[in-house]
């Protein structure tokens, strides 16, 4: 399975909306529920901050939302704040059981 | 806390071997899918190999490991390692040991370990 593909960057201003996209195929985002997101700031784990496509896990904010539509997944992050500065890295299982990425997303904080 | 530790990175000459290390605690390890995820410098995140729970019978690697890596489990010990033969300048990566909470789910990462391969 190829890496799943991410636009290599975004940018916005703070208490702006920006949206991330990740696009697969039909065997794996197109496929899956489990799509999840991943937040890494530099240095550091990453972070799981989207679930099974569009679920938070106790504790994410609720400015981050994920969707899927056929084979294409999007987060979005509405208020941007300067915490939300980071990469930002999609995952989903594929009908090989094993997971795939995306190719990772920089978020720039204007 | 539930709490993963990696140990076992460093500098190893291509063609040569290193065994990585996880510790787990502050859940039931056994009860749990195992899973190493690596990053290469400034590259995005690969998954590399799973282990099903209990057992660990069932075994699934990355066609760019397989054959070379080999993923383990010893649940008396709460630990989850990772054998790496033949390794290349392209296996260089900070390893990362997480557990999936399910198969969407990947929601506990350790530190990560380095792993340098050069001559």
């Known amino acids: 399975h190829s890496a799943l593909t991410q636009p290599a960057s975004v940018s916005g201003s703070p208490g702006q909306s920006i949206a991330i996209s990740c696009t697969g195929s039909?065997?794996?985002?197109?496929?899956?529920?489990?799509v999840s997101w991943y937040q890494q700031h530099p240095g550091k784990s990453p972070k799981l901050i989207i679930y099974?496509?569009?679920n938070r896990p106790s504790g994410v904010s609720d400015r981050f939302s994920g969707y899927k539509s056929g084979n294409t997944a999007s987060l979005t992050i509405s208020g941007l704040q300067a915490e939300d500065e980071a990469d930002y890295y999609c995952?989903?299982?594929?009908?090989?059981?094993?997971?795939?990425f995306g190719g990772g997303t920089k978020l720039t904080v204007l | 806390q539930v709490q993963l530790v990696e140990s076992g990175g460093g500098l190893v000459e291509p063609g040569g071997s290193l065994r990585l290390s996880c510790a787990a605690s502050?859940?039931?390890?056994?009860?749990?899918?195992m899973t190493w995820i690596r990053q290469a410098p400034g590259k995005g995140l690969e998954w590399v190999s799973y282990?099903?729970?209990?057992?660990?019978?069932?075994?699934y690697y990355a066609d760019s490991v397989k054959g070379r890596f080999t993923i383990s489990r010893d649940n008396a010990k709460n630990s989850l390692y990772l054998q790496m033969n033949s390794l290349r300048v392209e296996d260089t990566a900070v390893y990362y040991c997480?557990?999936?909470?399910?198969?969407?789910?990947?929601?506990?990462w350790g530190q990560g370990a380095m792993v340098t391969v050069s001559s």
């Open positions: 099974d496509v569009s």
């Open positions: 282990i099903s729970s209990r057992s660990g019978s069932a075994m």
């Open positions: 039909s065997s794996d985002v197109g496929d899956s529920k489990y």
């Open positions: 995952n989903s299982l594929t009908s090989s059981s094993t997971w795939v």
């Open positions: 502050g859940f039931t390890f056994s009860d749990y899918y």
């Open positions: 997480v557990r999936p909470a399910n198969w969407g789910s990947l929601d506990i």
